[in-house]
């Protein structure tokens, strides 16, 4: 059985009509749904199993013959509305999180990215400070909610060549990376408010390098005659996009940070300088590929779609610890 975490993104209906035709048995899960519209129920007792089972509009299924775990994309959880009080909806999400996420670590299967790893992934501090023991090249970055550490960063860096950004790009505030302007310093207070990322802006060709298990897709998004160059996210359909290659080293070094981190999936983001210098800027651990999957044909869709069959079908001992397959295609 595969158990996949995530709710109707593209990205996961089109890998699991995958694994539907090649004949797996998929229970696909919304933590959305909880604990409003679905059930969790786990027994425990001295001797014997423990017992898993959630139940959605789906029925009840029971986790304990699942072999594998995608972790996609987690929702927040959706609440009853008839707790009108914000300490009462507090709580029940509160006490959903302990059962469930209690639960998912629980399970004695391989996971793809294991919870509490992509969690910890997912804080650009923690990447940066990996990613920089491990020798990547790194932007000079000031994380700050100090104003006048803000100023100070920018004057060094340069009008011009300063970029600021947040940390999560939410679908509810979504923020593109931009260049620090003379105007925008008369709001430097504000960044009091919450830490701000200031960093070098770096001039080049990005690269998106897609990790799956051992498997690494690199692809070439030339933004730099766009009206954006800043952000290519803003401009894909105006940037050039096309397969990449990245040097040996370089691949086994990204090959490196995604197992300290403990990730097996996770899409990487460099941008490479004129003088041919690869900078590291971030991981998403549940970052998009089909943009690029679309404009260079890399087979990124199946290459997920295969790595989870082939852990269904894996012949190994259970183990408590989800690190054991990070980075492994079984």
Same mark, same amino acid.
């Given at each position: 059985? !595969?158990?996949?975490?995530?709710?109707? +993104?593209? @990205?996961?209906?089109?890998?699991?009509?995958?694994?539907?035709?090649?004949?797996?048995?998929?229970?696909?899960?919304?933590?959305?749904?909880?604990?409003? @519209? =679905?059930?969790?129920?786990?027994?425990?007792?001295?001797?014997?199993?423990? %017992?898993?089972?959630?139940?959605?509009?789906?029925?009840? $299924?029971?986790?304990?013959?699942?072999?594998?775990? /995608? /972790?996609?994309?987690?929702?927040?959880?959706?609440?009853?509305?008839?707790?009108?009080?914000?300490?009462?909806?507090?709580?029940?999400?509160?006490?959903?999180?302990?059962?469930? @996420?209690?639960?998912?670590?629980?399970?004695?299967?391989? /996971?793809?990215?294991?919870?509490?790893?992509?969690?910890?992934? %997912? %804080?650009?501090?923690?990447? /940066?400070?990996?990613?920089?023991?491990?020798?990547?090249?790194?932007? %000079?970055?000031?994380? $700050?909610?100090?104003?006048?550490?803000?100023?100070?960063? !920018?004057?060094?860096?340069?009008?011009?060549?300063?970029?600021?950004?947040?940390?999560?790009?939410?679908?509810?505030?979504?923020?593109?990376?931009?260049?620090?302007? #003379?105007?925008?310093?008369? @709001?430097?207070?504000?960044?009091?408010?919450? #830490?701000?990322?200031?960093?070098?802006?770096?001039?080049?060709?990005? &690269?998106?390098? $897609?990790?799956?298990?051992?498997?690494?897709?690199?692809?070439?998004?030339?933004?730099?005659?766009?009206?954006?160059?800043?952000?290519?996210?803003?401009?894909?359909?105006?940037? =050039?996009?096309?397969?990449?290659?990245?040097?040996?080293?370089?691949?086994?070094?990204? &090959?490196?940070?995604?197992?300290?981190?403990?990730?097996?999936?996770?899409?990487?983001?460099?941008?490479?300088?004129?003088?041919?210098?690869?900078?590291?800027? +971030?991981?998403?651990?549940?970052?998009?590929?089909?943009?690029?999957?679309?404009?260079?044909?890399?087979?990124?869709?199946?290459?997920?779609?295969?790595?989870?069959?082939?852990?269904?079908?894996?012949?190994?001992?259970?183990?408590?610890?989800?690190?054991?397959?990070?980075?492994?295609?079984?």
């Amino acid at each position: 059985m !595969i158990l996949v975490v995530s709710y109707d +993104e593209d @990205h996961t209906v089109e890998v699991v009509r995958q694994l539907d035709a090649a004949g797996h048995e998929v229970v696909r899960v919304d933590l959305a749904h909880f604990p409003a @519209h =679905a059930g969790v129920t786990l027994r425990y007792g001295n001797g014997g199993q423990s %017992h898993h089972e959630l139940t959605t509009a789906a029925g009840a $299924t029971g986790l304990d013959g699942c072999r594998v775990a /995608w /972790w996609r994309r987690a929702r927040p959880f959706t609440v009853e509305h008839t707790l009108s009080a914000a300490r009462d909806r507090e709580f029940a999400a509160s006490e959903t999180a302990q059962a469930l @996420h209690g639960m998912f670590h629980s399970l004695t299967c391989a /996971w793809v990215n294991p919870p509490a790893c992509d969690g910890a992934a %997912h %804080h650009k501090p923690y990447q /940066w400070d990996v990613a920089r023991r491990l020798g990547l090249a790194l932007p %000079h970055t000031l994380v $700050t909610n100090e104003p006048e550490q803000a100023l100070g960063f !920018i004057r060094e860096t340069g009008l011009g060549r300063t970029v600021f950004k947040a940390f999560l790009a939410r679908a509810d505030a979504w923020r593109e990376t931009r260049l620090v302007r #003379p105007e925008d310093l008369a @709001h430097l207070e504000t960044v009091r408010y919450a #830490p701000v990322i200031f960093q070098e802006f770096v001039p080049g060709v990005d &690269l998106r390098v $897609t990790v799956v298990g051992d498997r690494v897709f690199a692809a070439e998004i030339d933004a730099s005659a766009t009206s954006y160059p800043v952000d290519m996210r803003m401009v894909l359909d105006e940037a =050039a996009v096309r397969r990449g290659t990245l040097p040996p080293s370089l691949t086994d070094t990204l &090959l490196r940070f995604m197992r300290r981190l403990g990730l097996v999936y996770g899409a990487i983001d460099l941008r490479r300088r004129p003088d041919g210098e690869y900078v590291f800027l +971030e991981v998403n651990p549940a970052g998009q590929w089909l943009f690029v999957e679309e404009r260079t044909g890399l087979p990124i869709t199946a290459e997920v779609a295969g790595l989870l069959s082939r852990l269904d079908r894996l012949d190994h001992e259970p183990v408590a610890a989800p690190r054991h397959l990070a980075g492994s295609t079984g």
